[in-house]
């Protein structure tokens, strides 16, 4: 059986005219990385879309697991995989809706939290070794990261296995810093790329099945244009 992995990343948001997730997540799209096919999506900065859009995902594609990436603060210095999901919305700014909730569950009367599924430790490691910066976070946030995240664990936990699944933030590129006035740290889309490619090849030694062929990349290609093949 084809071991697919889903990647998902986002739109841009907050006034800006890239996200680098999202960026991450296309140039991975249709690749086959230490046996996985990447099917790839890109995810709208609005709450509860973006939640359904990600399990509509992983309902059409059936993954082995579930990698999503997305953008970290303007202080981040490396890839950031997260630990943990929080049932918890509390938006420091609006969403690309102009939806700014307080403070609310992401999913009424679901645990108050997740933990990531992914061997965290091992992408850590892997990423290092591939010449990336990386760490492991205990937060997601609170807002539309940390909802995917929330949401992608709690549709996953009724399955038996459920597929491992998690969350990686990523830094901000040089073209989102270099036009202000204190620019803080970025990062190179072709690193934050390497860094992704070791997280999946640190997956890929956790899950069973048999690799995927490379010429079953060319199966289909129509559909949904928000969901990268």
């Known amino acids: ?28 799209s249709g690749r086959v990385i230490s046996g996985l096919l990447v099917r790839s999506g890109v995810l709208p900065v609005i709450f509860g879309e973006s939640g359904r859009q990600v399990v509509g995902l992983i309902e059409r594609w059936d993954p082995a697991a579930v990698v999503s990436f997305g953008q970290g603060g303007p202080s981040q210095t490396a890839l950031k995989i997260e630990r943990l999901g929080v049932n918890l919305r509390d938006f420091g700014i609006p969403d690309n809706a102009g939806h700014r909730p307080g403070v609310e569950p992401v999913i009424s009367e679901a645990p108050a939290a997740y933990f990531a599924t992914l061997p965290v430790t091992a992408m850590r490691d892997r990423v290092r070794a591939a010449g990336v910066p990386c760490e492991l976070s205990n937060s997601a946030g609170t807002f539309l990261c940390n909802e995917v995240l929330f949401a992608v664990l709690h549709h996953l936990a009724s399955r038996a296995p459920a597929p491992p699944a998690g969350f990686v933030h990523v830094p901000m590129l040089p073209e989102q810093v270099a036009g202000v006035d204190r620019p803080g740290p970025s990062m190179a889309l072709a690193t934050m790329v390497r860094g992704a490619e070791a997280v999946l090849a640190a997956l890929a030694d956790v899950l069973p099945g048999t690799p995927i062929p490379v010429d079953a990349v060319r199966a289909g290609s129509a559909g949904d244009p928000r969901a990268r093949r």
């Open 1 to 28: 059986m084809a071991r697919i992995v889903l990647v998902t990343g986002f739109e841009p948001f907050g006034g800006g005219s890239v996200n680098p997730s999202g960026l991450v997540a296309d140039a991975l």
